[in-house]
């Protein structure tokens, strides 16, 4: 990982800190970049990634990170977490750096991030915010909980640990919450009639190479049950259906053709669209619209065709989740 200073160190500068690594390869792979260093974490003779250590056991902002992680259910010893700085130098005094010695140290964060590689990344408070995204017109007291994209990595908006969550426990409790949704995979729950269950675990694998939890139909059996029987089963499984539903970030309709209906979505996938459209997540199908009495309906719904091309359904979903 980037451990080595910028050629021109900025004024002042007494320590260079890349951060406290995480492990290239491991699999969660999360990244918090706080604002800076500071002078606490000056110690001499110690190493780097002993310093900040110390800066997270010490400090204010190291504890409540922490503790978010904690909440989240993650150890920054076992688990894959990267915490570093958008400034990585330790100033005189304390004091904020300078328009262009920030511009510096971006080059440096950009390469942590090519190198680490990470799932998800958590922006801390309003001047990393203004520092990542220059060109965002939204503020960052709007895009505050929201989620952006920092160098092709999904990135969440987040209060600085040292500020808001000290006088507002609320707040802070719905911030741990929120990051902790955040870094868990995006869920996709499939649909499909039934006939082509068979199918699904396909499309399953291929999503899951893409880092999404895919939720799959009950897999009753409905094979030649009585009426009443019949009718208990299948209100089970709508049920159970519409819950993975409403855990979900998307849903995916595999709409395969049939020998009457080219693309037909059968009632119950219908209803699982109305579903997902009511909960304000996107709608993929695999094939267009069919020529169904309810066809305007669905089109209403704004639901995005990506057949089976698994790269165009991610890009979609993440310019969704951005916005």
Known sequence: MTERPCSEPCEGAS?????????????EKIMIILHKPDSRVAVPGL??????????FQTRTGKKILEMLNYCGLSRVRDNIFI????????????????????????????????????????????????????????????????????????????HPSRKWMYSPEKKEADYAAVKKFIE????????????FPRLPRIKKAL???????LLP???????????????RQTISTIDHFRKIGRSDAIYVANYDNERIPGRVGENSFSEIAVAF????????????????YRDVIQ?????????????LDQIFRSVVTQ
């Open 47 to 56: 190493f780097p990634n002993q310093l900040y250590e110390i800066a997270l």
């Open 84 to 159: 570093t700085n958008l400034f990585k130098c330790v100033l005189l005094e304390d004091k904020n750096p300078k328009k262009k010695e920030y511009e510096k140290c971006r080059p440096i964060l950009e390469e942590q991030v090519r190198e680490f590689q990470p799932r998800r990344i958590i922006a801390c408070g309003s001047t990393v915010y203004n520092h990542l995204f220059p060109e965002e017109e939204r503020t960052f007291e709007e895009r505050l909980g929201k989620i952006q994209e920092f160098n092709g990595v999904l990135t969440f908006v987040l209060n």
């Open 185 to 196: 995979p995006l869920k996709i729950t499939l649909c499909s009639s039934a006939k082509f």
């Open 15 to 27: 320590h260079f800190h890349p951060g406290l690594n995480g492990n290239v390869n491991g699999e």
């Open 218 to 232: 009950s897999m009753i059996d409905f094979h030649d049950p009585e009426e009443e029987e019949f009718i208990r």
């Open 300 to 312: 209403s719904m704004q639901p995005h065709v990506v057949g089976r091309k698994w790269k165009i």
């Open 278 to 293: 009511y909960k304000k997540i996107p709608i993929f199908l695999m094939n267009p619209v069919p020529e169904m009495s």
């Open 208 to 214: 899951q190479k893409l880092e999404y939890e895919i």
